[in-house]
């Protein structure tokens, strides 16, 4: 019989983040066959305004790919007691051998209210967390006694950068901490894979033959530092006057604000808000870009740094989180400082000028991603922590 584990997560598909992908990729590849499979099952909350199906909604219950979701209303605050109780009811029928966390916070507490109550079932404590640790701290300040439970309670700790690693230890985690870092799907991301035509895009986008094409793609957000990237269009736009358009792939709270700015500094013809592009879209808008710049205040690993460098998209960032993971200066991106326009300018106009480096480094993160970041290899590396718990 397969093993079967339950997993919790604050959202899931059609609402789709990193740690949604991150999900959906590995349950993919870890398919139920005999004995040596898995059976998934996930409690998630219903974020659409209309939950009905037969509105337009997602439905309560239905299976995507390998995982069997149930959704359940209420607000995100109430979201660790209703996911505790539906835990409680649905192991009455499957008897679940493991449960899995998908990050702290909402999806903690309901992990860890389950495991206070069912103490011999392990409980996998999955750290994605993107936002800077004082910020989370702040927003947990009034529970948090309890919220590091949510890290002493786990049987093993799987972690996307060693950034967050140490965060777990530094929570008190007795349990062994692991780290794993997100993936890439190596073949989406690769043109070769593909016929397309990168002149019927940058047609379709207004974009001239002789523009380089900026691309970030960003909830946009304080911590992704947006405002600072188009502070540096505006260095590389007005003041060099490059032939430059930035692509900004994302939506959030700060949109209207990134839009005035962008009028504020007249780059009106430089920049575009495209919104939110399709995981199966994207590569297509990494492919017509010269260079991908995310000028993070803070970043648990960076998926979007990855799947650029998969795309043959050579990466500016900056040195915070776990972006050191996988970056190293000079040889699969190029730093900049953090909130500092005139720096992210500076190594945007090497790629631009430097063809050497810039080959050398796409080679560079084309190989590393290839041989450190392929889904297949973090799929086999969560079955063996699946089958050690």
Known sequence: MPKKILIFSIAYYPFVGGAEVTVKEITDRLVPLGGDGFQFDMITLHLDKKPARRRGGSPKFEKIGNINVYRIG?????????????ARELHKKNLYDLTWSMMAAYAGFAALFFKLF??????????????????????????????????????????????????????????????????????????????FSKNDLKKKLNIKNDEKIIITTSRLVEKNGIGDLIG?????????????????CGEGELEEKLKFQ???????????????????????????????????LSEGLGNSFLEAMAAGVPVVATPVGGIPDFLKDGETGLFCEVNNPRSIAEK?????ENNELRGKIIANAQ???????????????????????
């Open 118 to 195: 069912h103490p011999k079932i392990p409980y996998l404590l999955t750290l994605q967390e993107g936002d800077p640790i004082d910020y989370i701290k702040k927003k947990v300040r009034f529970v948090y006694p309890i919220f590091k439970k949510i890290f002493i309670k786990a049987d093993h700790i799987q972690a996307i950068s060693n950034y967050l690693a140490d965060w777990a230890k530094q929570m008190g985690a007795k349990c062994q901490i692991e780290v794993v870092p997100n993936g890439v799907d190596i073949k989406q991301f690769s043109i070769f894979n593909f016929q």
């Open 348 to 352: 945007v106009k090497i790629y631009l």
């Open 232 to 248: 540096a269009i505006d260095i590389l736009a007005n003041r060099n006057k490059l032939p430059v358009k930035l692509l900004i």
């Open 74 to 86: 209420g607000i995100k605050l109430l979201f660790p007691f209703f996911a505790f109780l539906k």
């Open 262 to 296: 962008v009028i504020n500094y007249k780059l009106q013809e430089k920049v575009l808000f495209l919104g939110q592009v399709s995981h199966n879209d994207l590569p297509r808008y990494l492919w017509i870009s010269d260079v991908f710049c995310r000028p993070s």
């Open 367 to 389: 190989k590393m991603v290839s041989e450190k970041y392929d889904w297949n290899l973090i799929a086999s590396k969560m079955r063996n922590i699946f089958h050690k718990l």
